[in-house]
């Protein structure tokens, strides 16, 4: 984690200090109209924060303020990790990132003095435990899948934001998809180097039931937008990627492959059914899309940890959803079945059109196994309608 640090005081003077001049949403004619040449700029518009996203609007008000002849920038914003974007003012100008409280407070100590100044300290880094993480970056693709919305998506989250990464016989820090995917790649090859003859939905399902929904320091795990939100299953599906707990899940859903065979027929609309075998496919989560009264999923999981061994359930069921479990205690034993199957009922509390709430199906052998899977929920009323209100 990478900031400036700012220090405003009208009574001290100084060549370090250069006068402050809130230009609002820096637009050009405010910018044009308040003299900001050689001056030092606040750019603070909290009304107009969902216009633009944060990386757009500092781009343009980095641009702007250049232009206008500024001496640097102090840009209002949702707490976004936008350093990266701050590139363009190297060597340049001091460009400082700041969320909308601190920028209150800036504005409000511009309103009150008549020749209001600021000074900007070097850039300090903060490492280890002063770094809330992880954290859902704001770019990250976000659920519920529009083509198929009773397959929850995201599947999981991975380290993808100012990965030190090799090009071309040097480094860079780079953010995206592209820095994700070979996190989860490299933790697949692992765990199939361990586990040979486990399938690829084993791998997966493995990936996600042992995935973390808290940071650090155990609080739950925050997600980057307009706002700044707890993250849930449409942001980071079952969690951030824990490769050690992945190595000994448990218990896993695997998916016979023949089965990915019919889910592509229903996409190309050849099966009766589909909505309903979305529903069972028996993946490490479940989503209803649209649950009118109750419905009733299966899911099988099979024993991939000690032979002998009893799950209890643990439902954390969505809000306005009763969730039913059958059975809610599981147990394996030497030479039994490795597989045993579930059915879980949802059903709505109160008949509303609305949005989704989220939940979790974990079993727990009481000790070194605790297998969670998402859950998501949307109540309606009828098919095709929405709540727009």
Known sequence: MQGQSLHYNASVISNDFKALVHARSCDMETLASSNVTGKIVLCYAPEEAFLTSPRVALRNAINRTLEAGAKGLIFAQYSVNNVNSVATCHNIMPCVLVDFEVAHRIASYWDMTGSPVVKVSPTMSAVGNEVLSPRVASFSSRGPSLAFSAILKPDIAAPGVNILAAVRGTYVLLSGTSMACPHVSAVTALLKSVHPNWSPAMIKSAIITTA???????????????????????????????PDRADDPGLVYDVDAKEYNKFFNCTL????????????????SIAVPNLKDNVT?????????????????????????????????????????????????????????????FGSITWSDGSAHSVRIPVAVRTVIQDFVSDTS
């Open 212 to 242: 973390s929904v808290t940071d650090r320091f155990g609080m739950p795990i925050q997600a980057e937008g307009v706002p700044r939100k707890l993250a849930d299953p449409f942001d980071f599906g079952g969690g951030q990627i824990d």
């Open 269 to 284: 609309g050849l099966l009766d059914g589909c909505e309903s075998y979305q529903l069972n496919l028996n993946l490490p």
């Open 297 to 357: 999923v299966s899911r099988t999981v099979t024993n991939v940890g000690p032979v002998e061994a009893t799950y209890r359930v643990v439902v954390e069921a969505p809000a306005g959803v009763a969730v039913l479990m059958e059975p809610s205690i599981i147990s394996f034993t030497q030479g039994g079945s490795t597989r045993a199957t579930f059915r879980v009922t949802l059903t709505a509390k109160q008949r509303v059109q609305g949005g989704y709430s």
